[in-house]
């Protein structure tokens, strides 16, 4: 007798199959990728490990996980050499169950790429100063920085080391503003941040002028009118019209109020920098020390600002070794004829009265750290000293002894605040990230 059909008789030990894949193309740095696994018949909280490995080349990470008809490995990208190449690839290898399956796709983890210096020009802001009135404030002169404090406005004094409260009320004094740009170039290349900074240098002369008191000598010189004057040996002369000759002064030069007038060469002439009308009666004399004030300057620029910070992507989550996500910051300045980052004037000068400022560079100052704070405030440094500097105005901060006090010394990481905000800026549009960063 025939048997009864009583149907296919289901499988015991069904086939165990395993897939996995990355669930995303590309990477850098600090993303959250994961190897995602598919799975038939597994068991409930399987363990499985996951490898995740260079392209042939030794694993990078070892994961662990559970599950059962899928597997979800998470891992943070790290470890990714800035001095390594542009890109690399990274295979991902599922272990479960004694099914071993790789990933078809690669993913593709990118460094932060090479890119050319580009033109970065930020306007800065000193917060208000004023002038102070000798007859109407107790004495005082000069320009001072002030700042608000509650409801009083105050100013700092140098003899006490304190802000102190504005001897009138602030609507009697006239408020401005110092401003200037911080213009640079920034790039990267492999584990550098680049600075190229292009200085235009240009000679200038410091000329002097006078005017005369028309009242009877000796109180005054008999005379109207203005000239130009200068020191020739222990007399001061003025430059006669008339006669076409230097003439020694009426009276002492304490007796007046001098004047400047910066003077570049044209031709064989020397005409006002600012004001083309005006011309010195006679030749300056060629500054001697031109060439060895240049390379002075430019040594010193380096030696401040070159090479002695980093940058860092903040909390990545690599491991400690130099060229994980940091880049060393490093300046290039060098002399330009052409239009530049910006213009200075080195200026010869009878005597040595002359300050220094961002664009005149005074020959005759002994301290080539002038340069290299002058060049702090191109990088968007502020000035850290009193009275009558541009502080900060976010914290007013003083400090003597930094290359943004009075006495030109040390850099800190936060005279590159400007260069930190413009590398963020940069890195995070070149990479598509929300990175934040720190310099050290």
């Known amino acids: 007798m025939a048997g009864k059909n009583v149907g296919a008789i289901k499988n015991p030990c069904p086939k165990k199959l395993l897939k996995v894949v990355w669930n995303k193309k590309d990477a850098y740095c600090d993303d959250k990728v994961s190897l995602y696994g598919t799975a038939k018949h597994f068991e409930p909280n399987t363990p499985a490990t996951a490898y995740i490995a260079q392209e042939d080349a030794f694993p990078v990470a070892k994961l662990n996980g559970t599950g059962q008809n899928t597997f979800n490995i998470p891992w943070t990208v790290k470890d990714v050499r800035t001095t390594g190449p542009l890109t690399y690839k990274l295979t991902g290898t599922l272990e479960a169950e004694g099914q071993t399956v790789e990933t078809k796709k690669l993913l593709v983890v990118?460094?932060?790429?090479?890119?050319?210096?580009?033109?970065?020009?930020?306007?800065?802001?000193?917060?208000?100063?004023?002038?102070?009135?000798?007859?109407?404030?107790?004495?005082?002169?000069?320009?001072?920085?002030?700042?608000?404090?509650?409801?009083?406005?105050k100013y700092y004094d140098t003899t006490t080391s304190a802000w102190t409260v504005l001897p009138r009320k602030i609507n009697q004094y006239k408020q401005y503003y110092y401003g200037w740009n911080a213009k640079f170039k920034l790039g990267i290349d492999k584990d550098k941040i680049k600075i190229a900074l292009d200085i235009q240098i240009q000679k200038a002369w410091l000329g002097k002028w006078v005017n005369f008191s028309s009242a009877a000598p000796p109180a005054g010189d008999g005379m109207k009118g203005w000239a130009y004057v200068k020191e020739d040996g222990p007399d001061w002369k003025y430059w006669d019209t008339k006669s076409k000759a230097w003439t020694v002064l009426p009276r002492s030069i304490a007796s007046y109020t001098e004047k400047d007038v910066v003077f570049t060469k044209k031709g064989t002439n020397f005409v006002g920098r600012d004001n083309a009308s005006k011309k010195w009666p006679e030749a300056f004399p060629e500054p001697a020390n031109y060439e060895q004030k240049k390379t002075d300057w430019l040594n010193c620029i380096h030696k401040v600002w070159d090479n002695k910070f980093v940058l860092e992507h903040k909390n990545c989550p690599s491991g400690a070794f130099k060229d994980y996500c940091k880049w060393d910051v490093r300046l290039e300045g060098k002399w330009v004829d052409k239009s530049g980052d910006r213009k200075v004037y080195a200026v010869w000068e009878q005597g040595s009265s002359g300050r220094s400022d961002a664009s005149n560079w005074y020959l005759s100052d002994t301290r080539d750290t002038t340069a290299a704070h002058e060049t702090g405030h191109l990088l968007g440094a502020y000035d850290e000293y009193a009275p009558d500097g541009a502080l900060d105005p976010a914290t007013y901060k003083i400090e003597d002894n930094s290359i943004m006090g009075s006495l030109h010394k040390d850099a800190h990481p936060r005279h590159l605040d400007i260069l930190l905000k413009q590398a963020k800026s940069k890195i995070n549009q070149w990479t598509t990230r929300n990175w934040d960063f720190e310099i050290k």
């Open 110 to 153: 990118h460094r932060v790429p090479d890119k050319a210096p580009e033109a970065v020009n930020r306007n800065m802001k000193s917060p208000p100063v004023i002038t102070f009135n000798s007859a109407h404030d107790g004495g005082l002169t000069g320009d001072a920085t002030i700042k608000k404090d509650g409801k009083d406005w």
